[in-house]
């Protein structure tokens, strides 16, 4: 089971994902996750999750001048160009990888 052909690019997969995440600053990941916590316990109190504000447009339009939710539309942009980046390097590698197969395979 353990050498499959599934299992193992399952596991090669999950090494791709997590790879990224290793090359960032341990001290860094530890602030962020600090970071976050303590804004999820100031933005997500007992009181605000039993009674959530309706946001209508006029709502939704206001909101986007509170500096923080900027902040954090900045950082989901920035989260958005990067998947989009990669969906490019991904496209560039895979014509590589159709290259190198096709090099590979007899022709008939």
């Known amino acids: 089971m353990l050498m499959e052909p599934q299992f193992l690019r399952l ?17 860094a990941v530890g602030m962020m996750a600090g970071a976050l916590q303590k804004g999820l316990a100031e933005t997500f109190t007992p ?8 946001v209508g447009l006029a709502g939704f339009f206001k909101q986007l001048s509170d500096p923080e939710v900027q902040k954090a539309l900045g950082v989901l942009f920035l989260f958005l160009k990067a998947l989009g ?3 490019g390097h991904m496209n560039e590698e895979r014509k590589t990888l159709e290259a190198m197969m096709a090099k590979m395979m007899p022709k008939k």
Do not use: T
Request: aromatic letters at 4%; glycine letters at 4%; hydrophobic letters at 40%.
């Open 85 to 87: 980046k990669a969906f």
């Open 11 to 27: 596991v090669s997969h999950g090494a791709n994902v997590l790879d990224p995440l290793s090359r960032i600053e341990p001290a």
């Open 47 to 54: 009181e605000a999750m039993q009674d959530p504000p309706r």
